[in-house]
T-cell receptor, first 113, second 111 residues
Framework: GENVEQHPSTLSVQEGDSAVIKCTYS??????FPWYKQELGKGPQLIID?????GEKKDQRIAVTLNKTAKHFSLHITETQPEDSAVYFC????????????FGKGTHLIIQP | DTAVSQTPKYLVTQMGNDKSIKCEQN?????MYWYKQDSKKFLKIMFS???????INETVPNRFSPKSPDKAHLNLHINSLELGDSAVYFC??????????FGEGSRLTVL
């Protein structure tokens, strides 16, 4: 089955700086890679996703890149703000959507004022 | 309007008891899920269910059983609770297997 590794487990950055979270996956058939943000006391919420036919996707301050050859994908957050503090999860699946998602172990992002 | 709602939000119980967590979604989605999040924040699928098929993660003990009275509800029943069942349980729904919409979670503590 799929195995998703996520690094780092904790990331502390100064407000205004950029943050990068990296994930690797094992199943070359995986074709859908979402990122979820979980705020304290809440359920995870989708913030961006990418499919295997695209190398990069951007939405305002958030971008995701995918390297299929190396089987890794990354989340980039620019101009970080206090409200970006949360736990971020990457995930992967060969099912093309929500079914069969394997999540990484999460990254606790801390934005220092 | 809450899209995916779970009750109760907190549940404290003794080992050996049987408990249920209820989940309702008002999004009209076809598929519902139960996820378990342990103390290290690791998210793991337990079940996925639509009106045709129940898919069970093979690592889930058979003390856990989902029950769906209708398309908008997927309840989780747990028998003979054990200490290791303590976790946050998330219900989620999805339209045709696309984005997951999570509830706010139910924190279960087994004493």
């Amino acid at each position: 089955g799929e195995n998703v590794e996520q690094h780092p487990s904790t990331l502390s950055v100064q407000e205004g700086d950029s943050a990068v979270i990296k994930c690797t996956y094992s199943d070359s058939a995986s074709n859908y890679f979402p990122w979820y943000k979980q705020e304290l006391g809440k359920g995870p919420q989708l913030i961006i996703d990418i499919r295997s036919n695209v190398g990069e996707k951007k939405d305002q301050r958030i971008a995701v890149t995918l390297n299929k050859t190396a089987k890794h994908f990354s989340l980039h957050i620019t101009e970080t703000q206090p409200e970006d503090s949360a736990v971020y999860f990457c995930a992967a699946t060969s099912g093309g959507g929500a079914d069969g998602l394997t999540f990484g172990k999460g990254t606790h992002l801390i934005i220092q004022p | 309007d809450t899209a995916v709602s779970q009750t109760p939000k907190y549940l404290v119980t003794q080992m050996g008891n049987d408990k249920s967590i209820k989940c309702e979604q008002n999004l009209g989605h076809d598929t519902m899920y139960w996820y378990k999040q342990d103390s290290k924040k690791f998210l793991k699928i337990m079940f996925s269910y639509n009106n045709k098929e129940l898919i069970i993660n093979e690592t889930v003990p058979n003390r856990f059983s989902p029950k769906s009275p209708d398309k908008a509800h997927l309840n989780l029943h747990i028998n003979s609770l054990e200490l290791g069942d303590s976790a946050v349980y998330f219900c989620a729904s999805s339209p045709l297997g696309r984005e997951l919409f999570f509830g706010e979670g139910s924190r279960l503590t087994v004493l």
